[in-house]
């Protein structure tokens, strides 16, 4: 399994942009298709986004498409999510995922130990 550290959580004002990323050690992580995921207070862990092991496959959740875009830069072992136009929904612990495909959580075996994204003025 891979060991993924996610980054790039914090405070923002509705209408603002942040950059998540997802970041493994090992190198087999360029093999690896990647899911962002999010749980906010009281609600079940939700599939946001996901892309492909070389990156030419990508997928949104209805709720963010148009606002999040998913990238990743293989040669870092990274995968990005830029966010912008935040809501207040888009409030949670963002999780990013490896070993799966899809917006279906149970598919995946690796996980982050996530980073707080707040959307509030």
């Known amino acids: 399994q891979l060991q993924l550290v996610e980054s790039g959580g914090g405070l923002v004002q509705p209408g603002g942009s942040l950059r998540l990323s997802c970041t493994a050690s090992?190198?087999?992580?360029?093999?690896?298709?990647i899911g962002w995921f999010r749980q906010a207070p009281g609600k079940e862990r939700e599939g946001v986004s996901c892309i492909s092991a070389m990156g030419g496959s990508t997928n949104y959740a209805d709720s963010v498409k148009g606002r999040f875009t998913i990238s990743r830069d293989n040669t870092k072992n990274t995968v990005y999510l830029q966010m912008n136009s935040l809501k207040p929904e888009d409030t949670a612990v963002y999780y990013c995922?490896?070993?799966?495909?899809?917006?279906?959580?149970?598919?995946?075996?690796?996980w982050g130990q996530g980073t707080q994204v707040t959307v509030s003025s």
């Open positions: 995922a490896a070993g799966g495909w899809g917006l279906t959580k149970y598919t995946y075996d690796s």
């Open positions: 090992l190198f087999t992580f360029r093999y690896s298709n």
